[in-house]
């Protein structure tokens, strides 16, 4: 959709003129999955594609909410303690962010008008939330003048996120989301929030991005239970002595060491994914660097391997597509990316070799599921920004 069509439409919800247009954009993540909230590093990329955030200030004291795939407009009444709106609201996401600026002592005194607009394909796993929840913080923060850090913006969406949405996600999503570069991946050390743009130079070939479009999506439920069977895990490889503050900290060696004494099974497999991606996401980083991207493919298959096996987040639909791409030549690497379940696997194929993936997987897909995929060359990105 064109700005203009989008100043429209909100002259066209709320009978006044836009003041800001606002955009912060989707992600895919290369590799490192699951260690985010483990305290490992990532490396996702911003994609060009995101969530659109126009507002003006209204003088009803109401914050009134509207997305354009839906046709009622939310109202709440400006407030100090905004309530969770029910029925898992969309516009919680917006609402979660304004209270983080309340809770962090800046006054949200004025009523406005929100609308919002997407382009993210839906449960696609790209983060369409994360993308909305910056762009509402980075809007805010303009506003407000609160000079917050993109960091910053980055903490409030993943609070708004645990808060409001009851996922207790990591930070990858929303640091991605406010800190992501064109054509860079973002090295991102989630203990720290230290971070370093690395380029994304693949001579002649592509990442794609294939979407399940499984009717399998991620739930908080599922997540949490991974969090904390992740936190258990930690708690019993410390009981055995070691001083770690979480699981990336433990080297493969150590956790050998120690693995036979994790009594849960559940939370033995879901530290060895941890232990294994921390190390393969190092690696992999350092293979990008050195223009290495036969050895980045390989460890990105390992990864999927991994999030199968031991993480328990692929599924049937997410197998079907990294098993059917692992099998065509020019095919780097293929491996599930973001929370898992339904959404997206991420591949680099070579120039040459994308009609053929695009086909034979599409077909492979076709004939294992019953459904269709689709196929999208990523664009790599700036984070939030202002239009
Ligand atoms: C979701 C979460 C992230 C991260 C990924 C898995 O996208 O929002 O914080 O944990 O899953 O890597």
């Given at each position: 959709?064109?700005?203009?069509?989008?100043?429209?439409?909100?002259a066209?919800?709320?009978?006044?003129?836009?003041?800001?247009?606002?955009?912060?954009?989707?992600?895919?993540?290369?590799?490192?999955?699951?260690?985010?909230?483990?305290?490992?590093?990532?490396?996702?990329?911003?994609?060009?594609?995101?969530?659109?955030?126009l507002?003006?200030?209204?003088?009803?004291?109401?914050?009134?909410?509207?997305?354009?795939?839906?046709?009622e407009i939310?109202?709440?009444?400006?407030?100090?303690?905004?309530?969770?709106?029910?029925?898992n609201?969309?516009?919680?996401?917006?609402?979660?962010?304004?209270?983080?600026?309340?809770?962090?002592?800046?006054?949200v005194?004025?009523?406005?008008?929100?609308?919002?607009?997407?382009?993210?394909?839906?449960?696609?796993?790209?983060?369409?939330?994360?993308?909305?929840?910056?762009?509402?913080?980075?809007?805010?923060?303009d506003?407000?003048?609160?000079?917050?850090?993109?960091?910053?913006?980055?903490?409030?969406?993943?609070?708004?996120?645990?808060?409001?949405?009851?996922?207790?996600?990591?930070?990858?999503?929303q640091?991605?989301?406010?800190?992501?570069?064109?054509n860079?991946?973002i090295?991102l050390?989630?203990?720290?929030?230290?971070?370093e743009?690395?380029?994304?130079?693949?001579?002649?070939?592509?990442?794609?991005?294939?979407?399940?479009?499984?009717?399998?999506?991620?739930?908080?439920?599922?997540?949490?239970?991974?969090?904390?069977q992740?936190?258990?895990?930690?708690?019993?490889?410390?009981?055995?002595?070691?001083?770690?503050?979480?699981?990336?900290?433990?080297?493969?060696?150590?956790?050998?060491?120690?693995?036979?004494?994790?009594?849960?099974?559940?939370?033995?497999?879901?530290?060895?994914?941890?232990?294994?991606e921390?190390?393969?996401?190092?690696?992999?980083?350092?293979?990008?660097?050195?223009?290495?991207?036969?050895?980045?493919?390989?460890?990105?298959?390992?990864?999927?391997?991994?999030?199968?096996?031991?993480?328990?987040?692929?599924?049937?639909?997410?197998?079907?597509?990294?098993?059917?791409?692992?099998?065509?030549?020019?095919?780097?690497?293929?491996?599930?990316?973001?929370?898992?379940?339904?959404?997206?696997?991420?591949?680099?194929?070579?120039?040459?070799?994308?009609?053929?993936?695009?086909?034979?997987?599409?077909?492979?897909?076709?004939?294992?599921?019953?459904?269709?995929?689709?196929?999208y060359?990523?664009?790599?990105?700036?984070?939030?920004?202002?239009?």
């Open positions: 959709m064109e700005l203009k069509e989008l100043k429209e439409a909100f066209k919800a709320y009978g006044q003129e836009v003041s800001g247009i606002y955009f912060s954009p989707g992600r895919v993540n290369l590799i490192g999955e699951h260690t985010d909230y483990n305290g490992g590093h990532v490396f996702p990329c911003a994609l060009s594609f995101g969530t659109y955030l507002l003006a200030k209204n003088n009803l004291n109401k914050w009134r909410f509207k997305s354009l795939n839906l046709p939310i109202e709440v009444d400006v407030t100090d303690q905004p309530a969770i709106l029910p029925n609201a969309w516009a919680n996401y917006v609402l979660g962010v304004l209270a983080q600026f309340i809770k962090n002592g800046t006054k005194a004025s009523g406005y008008d929100f609308l919002i607009w997407g382009n993210v394909p839906a449960g696609a796993g790209l983060s369409s939330s994360a993308a909305l929840e910056v762009v509402t913080a980075y809007a805010m923060n506003q407000l003048g609160t000079n917050l850090t993109r960091t910053q913006m980055a903490l409030y969406g993943q609070a708004a996120e645990h808060e409001y949405a009851g996922v207790n996600c990591g930070i990858m999503d640091f991605a989301s406010a800190q992501g570069k064109v860079m991946a090295n050390d989630c203990a720290t929030l230290d971070f743009l690395v380029p994304v130079e693949l001579k002649g070939m592509k990442v794609v991005i294939a979407n399940t479009h499984s009717p399998h999506k991620l739930d908080s439920g599922a997540y949490n239970a991974r969090v904390a992740c936190q258990e895990a930690l708690k019993q490889i410390k009981a055995l002595g070691l001083n770690i503050d979480n699981l990336a900290q433990l080297t493969q060696e150590q956790f050998d060491a120690v693995a036979d004494k994790i009594t849960d099974p559940v939370a033995k497999k879901r530290a060895r994914h941890v232990v294994g921390v190390k393969r996401t190092n690696d992999a980083i350092a293979a990008l660097k050195q223009g290495d991207i036969v050895t980045f493919g390989r460890l990105m298959n390992g990864s999927h391997v991994s999030l199968r096996d031991d993480y328990e987040v692929t599924g049937p639909e997410l197998d079907a597509l990294a098993e059917a791409a692992w099998k065509i030549e020019g095919v780097l690497g293929s491996r599930m990316t973001g929370g898992g379940f339904g959404g997206c696997t991420v591949s680099i194929v070579k120039d040459e070799a994308i009609d053929r993936f695009i086909e034979r997987v599409g077909a492979e897909y076709t004939a294992k599921t019953g459904l269709k995929a689709d196929f060359i990523a664009e790599i990105g700036d984070g939030a920004r202002k239009l």
